[in-house]
């Protein structure tokens, strides 16, 4: 199971934090990925991160400004986000799979409810 939170109303320029939970069949979570949904638009790939290796990739419109990070004891994946744009404005959710990264919804069976973000200008 996945569990995000830490969404909320931020002003442009801000900066907020993604919270991942993740229990149950913990093997399974090889690789967790964000993905967001603005209003009217498909979901798309924010970035992921590759629990063993800490690896990590990001979509182009958000590099340099967000980063993933873990805590282990916690078993919870991190997005930092900062420099956020109205743009930005999206419900977000953190996704798992067994394999790679992966930049499409299809290639996470595992999902999180969302968490909403709300960037104002």
């Known amino acids: 199971q996945l569990q995000a939170s830490g969404g909320g109303l931020v002003q442009a320029g801000g900066s907020l934090t993604l919270s991942c939970a993740f229990s149950?069949?913990?093997?399974?979570?090889?690789?967790m990925g964000w993905f967001r949904q603005a209003p009217g638009k498909e979901r798309e790939f924010v970035g992921a991160?590759?629990?063993?290796?800490?690896?990590?990739s990001f979509a182009d419109s958000v590099k340099g400004r967000f980063t993933i990070s873990r805590d282990n004891a916690k078993n919870t994946v991190y997005l930092q986000m900062n420099s956020l744009k109205p743009e930005d404005t999206a419900v977000y959710y953190c996704?798992?799979?067994?394999?790679?990264?992966?930049?499409?919804?299809?290639?996470?069976?595992?999902w999180g409810q969302g968490t909403e973000v709300t960037v104002s200008s």
């Open positions: 149950g069949r913990t093997f399974l979570m090889h690789t």
């Open positions: 991160f590759v629990w063993s290796g800490r690896y990590t």
């Open positions: 996704a798992a799979r067994q394999g790679p990264i992966a930049t499409i919804t299809s290639g996470y069976p595992y």
